[in-house]
């Protein structure tokens, strides 16, 4: 039977080994651990793909799509764009840029309701953003939604898009078609002023409108 002093001998004897054994089990799992940790923290905290590349790869595809007159491919480019532009919206699912881009495809493409889809995604991410809302206006202007694209239209105008005399001439038109010809020849006045080549064109625009707008006034 052990004394009580050959008993504490022993109890610290024991806990040395376990302490000596436990520190080298470890430093034999950190280097057999190193590798694995290393490829972990790869996966997870560095970029997955080459955002700039892709963007830049997905917009030429876009605009050879935009450039070229035969059908089949225009709609060759537009795909291996769209393929693109979904890659980064994996990578940021909070990238409204490149949601407007696969709305504006989809459109192209003639899948109206994915389109809406990708248009409502795009404004709810970035409610201002003037590229996507202008586009949605687009999309609704093509459909004769007048009042929902003059909606987006004003978005795009007070959030950047102010110098765009492409969406001053959509304000313009759309005021015009609801007899709105106040705020038609504002809108059209300033889209002049934005681009010049468009005065004589605009001009005659307003000589209309003011004709038609006296017409209603015309007692005789």
Do not use: W
């Amino acid at each position: 039977m052990l004394t009580k002093f050959k008993f504490v001998i022993a109890f610290m004897f024991l806990a040395i080994n376990l302490t000596v054994c436990q520190e080298n089990v470890c430093a034999v799992d950190n280097e057999t651990n190193m590798p694995e940790m290393a490829a972990y923290e790869d996966k997870y905290t560095k970029p997955v793909i080459d955002k700039e590349t892709i963007e830049r790869e997905a917009d030429e595809f876009f605009y050879q799509g935009m450039e070229n007159e035969d059908r089949t491919t225009k709609e060759a480019y537009l795909m291996k764009a769209l393929e693109k532009y979904m890659l980064l919206l994996e990578y940021n699912m909070f990238d409204a840029v490149s949601a407007t881009q696969v709305a504006i495809i989809h459109d192209m493409l003639g899948n109206n309701d994915t389109a809406l889809e990708y248009f409502k995604r795009a404004v709810y991410l970035e409610n201002l953003n003037p590229f996507a809302n202008f586009y949605f206006g687009e999309y609704y202007f093509y459909r004769k939604n007048y009042r929902n694209a003059l909606k987006y239209y004003l978005v795009a105008y007070e959030n950047g898009l102010g110098d765009s005399y492409q969406t001053s001439l959509k304000i313009a038109t759309i005021y015009e078609k609801f007899g709105d010809f106040e705020k038609a020849k504002k809108y059209y006045r300033i889209a002049q002023k934005q681009n010049p080549e468009l005065r004589e064109g605009i001009s005659e625009k307003l000589k209309s409108i003011r004709n038609i707008y006296y017409s209603k006034f015309d007692y005789r």
